[in-house]
């Protein structure tokens, strides 16, 4: 099932040119026949996720909702310095 997913470095970076190139002139019906191309056929849920994301990143709506989504600090992380320093001179 893995293997269904692997493709070869120059079929990479022929995709790769592709997608540039469709970005570069916002051609959605170029990008469709592209994913066609590689095997994600329309019926396929990543079908309408790229879709919907090229066309998000065409009108500028993704760089909004990356900026109204809320920043979690990993648990494991450690504290900054200035917040280290602070929790020593707390009173106790």
Do not use: C, W
Request: no cysteine; hydrophobic share 30%.
């Amino acid at each position: 099932m893995l293997d269904k997913y692997k493709h070869t470095y120059a079929e990479r970076n022929a995709l790769r040119r592709d997608l540039k190139r469709i970005l570069a002139n916002n051609d959605e019906l170029e990008l469709m026949r592209i994913l066609r191309k590689y095997g994600i056929k329309d019926e396929d849920s990543r079908f309408s996720e790229i879709v919907q994301s090229f066309r998000d990143l065409r009108s500028g709506k993704t760089e909004k909702k990356k900026a109204e989504q809320p920043t979690r600090e990993s648990p494991s992380a450690k504290p900054a310095p200035s917040q280290a320093a602070d929790s020593r001179d707390a009173p106790e």
